[in-house]
């Protein structure tokens, strides 16, 4: 063939109808890739109606709410930009000390200004943290940021004057919510205010997940060499990325630390950095509603399993995660759109 | 005028091992250029040395007169370098679309924005398109790459990389690994490239690197072995003998296997 004939070629149109309608349809799959669709409303109809449903489970329900909002923060840096850390408790604990030793040791126990501080500090650390480590990837960096976390915990118990150790902080004390609400024994007013926050930041999440920025973030975990190639600062991404979710872990142990008034140096244990990428996973990862279904999922099951059972629960944890890593790889969340998927082509058939 | 690509004496190592050694390669804007050699003369280390993909040991780079030896990949390419993959390297749980306007996000520094909606700016999903449209992928716009046979995902490949709005592509075996029925495709493609870019292409079908290049850089063991027109390396009985000796070899080696 001669080189005429295969510029020709290649520059021949196809149909210029079909052509028409695929770039439409392409347009259309984008520009509307982001609209809210109608079922992202059932987790908050859902919220509400627990909080009529189970008026005195609601200290239970705050909790299920901060686990939510841990588990979306690591949904950010796992499910979408495919980092792996075993070390996210540290954010956790760092938010959540932030509250307990402003209250502690500084008479300080305004919540909202507390988080606000818990939410700049945590932020700071995964900046700082993320800096050094997101050079390294896979299991160099799982093994880095579980290090970082028990570095920070140890410094803690060699401190155990100013932590209170594994004892915990002795004479937290929250005020009132803008001076006004009290954190009564039935948890009512922290339902309302975590479920107000856990909204703000979902919204905020799902902004970023949706834009430009959120997409490059799958491109680094869908192929690091090719983001390099086409330009993209790939480092500076994913500190981006661990700093907004570091900072977001914080603000949910802040939450923690003010809603039971409690803190021991256990927020920064491996258990609870395993605990929350055990939730995403048997949620699914990568799409925002599998944190909201695996920390409630996981929480619930904890909760009921441990009353049961109270040594041996964690077998029935396990063999969920089990059956879900080896059936139902996209999670529930996962298993969930397949089912609707078969009965949606069932009744159409 | 300075040269789209300049690259001086070149040398990379591996441990003892010299891979790349004293090598100096010239582009012209809109250059049709051919890297060829046997296998293992180091063709893609060469690439992946321009790109910053390594470090060289000792040389530069420059890239339209700039020197960019100790710039990152990311750099490089923001500049208007470019490459494909002799493997491909692509997004491949997003749609086709998706490898195209996350290419140009990047490009634009689009990628750096947190609030907006990825899919609120047209312009960038009609140039996509428009690069789709191009090189024939317009109809498989939605589908997931992993989802396409091989030979349209090595048009994807192509398709970033001119997304990329290159000064320098560089082409690593574009069609490698896909059946000859297919390939003419993707040859028709690097055929009809913009005459503005500066082209390198690394390619063992002599009838292509011929048929396509304006000059030729002859590779041996790391080392620039001899360059020329076409012309003058088909009469070379040196190049000859090299390749022949290879393709021998290639042949002895299949009839024992």
Not at chain 1, 109 to 121: C, K, N, T, W, Y
Not at chain 1, 137 to 151: F, V
Not at chain 2, 160 to 181: F, N, Y
Not at chain 2, 187 to 206: F, G, R, S
Request: net charge neutral; with cysteine; charged share 15%.
């Amino acid at each position: 063939m001669a080189v005429s004939d295969i510029e020709t070629a290649a520059a021949a149109p196809a149909s210029a109808a079909s052509t028409a309608s695929a770039r439409a349809r392409a347009t259309a799959f984008l520009a509307k890739r982001h609209h809210l669709r109608w079922w992202e409303a059932l987790p908050w109809l859902l919220i509400i109606a627990a909080y009529f449903i189970f008026p005195d489970r609601l200290t239970f329900g705050t909790q299920v709410l901060i686990g939510i909002m841990f588990a979306l923060s690591l949904d950010l840096i796992l499910g979408y930009a495919g980092i792996v850390t075993l070390g996210h408790a540290l954010f956790f604990g760092i938010g959540a000390y932030t509250v307990a030793l402003l209250t502690a040791r500084w008479n300080w126990g305004e919540p909202i200004s507390s988080m606000l501080l818990a939410i700049l500090l945590s932020s700071l650390a995964g900046l700082v943290s993320g800096w050094f480590l997101l050079r390294y990837r896979n299991l160099t960096l799982l093994m880095l940021t579980l290090a970082a976390a028990i570095l920070v915990q140890e410094a803690g118990n060699y401190r155990s004057d100013i932590t209170g150790g594994y004892d915990g902080v002795p004479g937290m004390e929250i005020w009132k919510l803008f001076g006004v609400f009290e954190n009564d024994l039935y948890g009512h007013t922290y339902y309302i205010y975590v479920g107000v926050l856990l909204l703000i930041v979902w919204y905020i999440v799902r902004r970023i997940v949706y834009s430009p920025y959120g997409a490059a973030l799958t491109g680094i975990r869908e192929n690091v060499r090719r983001m390099h190639a086409i330009g993209s600062p790939v480092h500076w991404r994913l500190v981006t990325a661990y700093t907004i979710a570091a900072g977001i872990a914080g603000m949910a142990g802040a939450l923690f630390a003010q809603s039971t008034a409690y803190t021991t140096l256990g927020v920064f244990d491996f258990d609870n950095s395993a605990k929350v990428m055990v939730m995403l996973i048997l949620g699914g990862t990568g799409r925002l509603y599998g944190a909201f279904i695996g920390a409630t999922v996981y929480l619930v099951l904890e909760d009921h399993l441990s009353k049961l059972s109270p040594t041996f629960w964690q077998f029935g944890i396990g063999l969920l995660l089990v059956l879900t890593v080896l059936f139902a790889r996209r999670g529930l969340l996962g298993l969930l759109e397949d089912a609707l998927k078969y009965f949606g082509r069932g009744a159409k058939s | 005028m300075t040269a789209a690509l300049q690259v001086e004496k070149l040398n990379r190592s591996f441990g003892a091992l010299p891979v790349t050694r004293d090598v100096d390669l010239t582009l012209e804007r809109g250059a049709r250029h051919a890297l060829i050699g046997p296998n293992g003369a180091g063709k893609t280390t060469l690439v992946n040395l321009i790109t910053g993909v390594l470090k060289p040991h000792s040389g530069r780079v420059l890239l339209n007169g700039d020197d960019i030896t100790g710039t990152s990949q990311a750099e490089r390419a923001r500049r208007g370098l470019a490459r494909t993959f002799q493997i491909n390297q692509l997004f491949r749980g997003l749609t086709v679309l998706e490898n195209l306007t996350m290419t140009i996000g990047e490009r634009d520094g689009e990628c750096n924005n947190l609030w907006r909606p990825a899919g609120a700016k047209p312009s960038v999903i009609e140039e996509a398109l428009d690069h789709l449209e191009s090189l024939r992928l317009a109809d498989d716009a939605l589908r997931l790459v992993r989802e396409l046979p091989y030979g349209r995902q090595r048009l994807v490949e192509i398709a970033i990389a001119l997304a990329q709005k290159p000064r320098v592509l560089l082409l690593d075996e574009p069609a490698a690994g896909v059946p000859s029925s297919e390939s003419h495709l993707i040859l028709d493609v690097v055929a009809a490239l913009d005459p503005e870019i500066a082209v390198l292409i690394i390619e063992h079908d002599m009838d292509v690197v011929f048929r396509f290049a304006k000059e030729i850089t002859v590779l041996v063991q790391g080392a620039v072995f001899t360059h020329g027109t076409p012309q003058q390396i088909m009469a070379d009985e040196q190049v000859r003998a090299v390749y022949l000796g290879e393709e021998g070899h290639k042949v002895a080696g299949a009839s024992h296997g």
